[in-house]
């Protein structure tokens, strides 16, 4: 299985802008040859990118997020190398091989009488890809970032955590949706349903529900569960203020943060961001930073997924990658 495309310094040496006086981000960042170097490696997190939007198009969605982890590394490697953006601290491991499945999918996306439902085996092939890269980081001791692709990925990182410690996890998703529908073929909607299926994800909290976007199907299947399934809703914080931000984000820890737990966050709950389901309603880039910020300095966060972001749709050429790059940045941060 060819899965993964390790990145040396040479492989960046082109993004880099470099500038008198100032040292940027990615002339910093560490590199390794193998997976085997990142247990006697001294940093702690490991950067990967997941390019493909099969799960999206899998899903009815708008295709675009395969292009959100070059975009991402376009802003994070030439923001400022300082005391406080900590580059020393994270290793860019490269990116999920996912060239053959993103050329089949065109083939079938192409072909005649075509459907979503076809695309779901590319799907789960990209899904034993991700989780076996996601244990191997872990099993290591260390902490996984991951950019790009559709919320797909998401049962990846799971099974992957779920193996590499060796136990269930509980996940925090920061979200409009619950991506947890049916246990159809797979697709972007419901890589949570899977895990939770399959005996990876133990509990799981939706930060930030959007009422308009859940089936009472969905509703339902959450009550039935709801020892281990909760939310909060964005209506709730954001529209009636019923609860504060920190308040929300307490409920959150309250139910998962007592075992070690996935951070996800999807972009398309960012007001206005480039995303595969873009929202006139949603928290700002501010607020996902404080969230991803909080809740990565818990010590038991064991992975950061940042997902469903597509450049081409959204309002500037560098919206998501300056605003991905923010968000790495809060995470593996001194502050």
């Given at each position: 299985?060819?899965?993964?495309?390790?990145?040396?310094?040479?492989?960046?040496?082109?993004?880099?802008?470099?500038?008198?006086?100032?040292?940027?981000?990615?002339?910093?960042?560490?590199?390794?040859?193998?997976?085997?170097?990142?247990?006697?490696?001294?940093?702690?997190?490991?950067?990967?990118?997941?390019?493909?939007?099969?799960?999206?198009?899998?899903?009815?969605?708008?295709?675009?997020?395969?292009?959100?982890?070059?975009?991402?590394?376009?802003?994070?490697?030439?923001?400022?190398?300082?005391?406080?953006?900590?580059?020393?601290?994270?290793?860019?491991?490269?990116?999920?091989?996912?060239?053959?499945?993103?050329?089949?999918?065109?083939?079938?996306?192409?072909?005649?009488?075509?459907?979503?439902?076809?695309?779901?085996?590319?799907?789960?092939?990209?899904?034993?890809?991700?989780?076996?890269?996601?244990?191997?980081?872990?099993?290591?001791?260390?902490?996984?970032?991951?950019?790009?692709?559709?919320?797909?990925?998401?049962?990846?990182?799971?099974?992957?955590?779920?193996?590499?410690?060796?136990?269930?996890?509980?996940?925090?998703?920061?979200?409009?949706?619950?991506?947890?529908?049916?246990?159809?073929?797979?697709?972007?909607?419901?890589?949570?349903?899977?895990?939770?299926?399959?005996?990876?994800?133990?509990?799981?909290?939706?930060?930030?529900?959007?009422?308009?976007?859940?089936?009472?199907?969905?509703?339902?299947?959450?009550?039935?569960?709801?020892?281990?399934?909760?939310?909060?809703?964005?209506?709730?914080?954001?529209?009636?203020?019923?609860?504060?931000?920190?308040?929300?984000?307490?409920?959150?820890?309250?139910?998962?943060?007592?075992?070690?737990?996935?951070?996800?966050l999807d972009m398309d709950t960012i007001e206005m961001m480039g995303s595969s389901a873009?929202?006139?309603?949603?928290?700002?880039?501010?607020?996902?930073?404080?969230?991803?910020?909080?809740?990565?300095?818990?010590?038991?966060?064991?992975?950061?997924?940042?997902?469903?972001?597509?450049?081409?749709?959204?309002?500037?050429?560098?919206?998501?990658?300056?605003?991905?790059?923010?968000?790495?940045?809060?995470?593996?941060?001194?502050?």
């Amino acid at each position: 299985m060819n899965t993964l495309k390790i990145y040396s310094e040479k492989d960046i040496a082109s993004i880099v802008k470099r500038r008198a006086g100032e040292t940027k981000f990615g002339e910093k960042i560490s590199f390794i040859e193998n997976l085997e170097d990142l247990k006697k490696h001294a940093s702690k997190y490991v950067l990967v990118g997941i390019p493909e939007d099969i799960g999206v198009r899998a899903n009815h969605g708008n295709a675009g997020t395969s292009k959100a982890w070059g975009a991402a590394l376009g802003s994070l490697l030439n923001i400022q190398s300082n005391y406080l953006t900590n580059a020393e601290n994270l290793i860019l491991l490269g990116e999920i091989n996912c060239d053959d499945q993103m050329q089949q999918a065109e083939v079938l996306i192409n072909s005649e009488n075509f459907t979503p439902e076809a695309l779901g085996e590319l799907v789960s092939q990209i899904d034993k890809k991700v989780a076996y890269v996601i244990e191997q980081i872990i099993s290591a001791g260390k902490f996984p970032i991951l950019i790009g692709g559709g919320h797909n990925n998401s049962y990846g990182n799971i099974k992957g955590a779920s193996k590499g410690l060796n136990n269930k996890i509980n996940c925090i998703n920061f979200d409009a949706h619950t991506d947890f529908r049916s246990l159809e073929h797979r697709h972007s909607g419901n890589g949570f349903s899977y895990a939770f299926n399959d005996g990876y994800l133990d509990k799981y909290f939706i930060f930030g529900l959007h009422r308009n976007y859940t089936s009472e199907a969905v509703f339902k299947t959450i009550n039935e569960n709801s020892d281990r399934i909760k939310f909060n809703l964005f209506e709730d914080i954001s529209v009636q203020q019923k609860l504060t931000f920190s308040e929300a984000m307490a409920e959150a820890a309250r139910f998962c943060a007592d075992k070690n737990f996935g951070i996800e966050l999807d972009m398309d709950t960012i007001e206005m961001m480039g995303s595969s389901a873009l929202t006139p309603s949603g928290f700002s880039v501010t607020e996902a930073r404080i969230f991803v910020s909080h809740f990565s300095k818990n010590s038991q966060a064991c992975y950061l997924h940042i997902c469903e972001g597509a450049p081409a749709l959204g309002l500037s050429p560098n919206q998501i990658g300056k605003s991905i790059a923010y968000l790495v940045s809060d995470a593996i941060s001194n502050l």
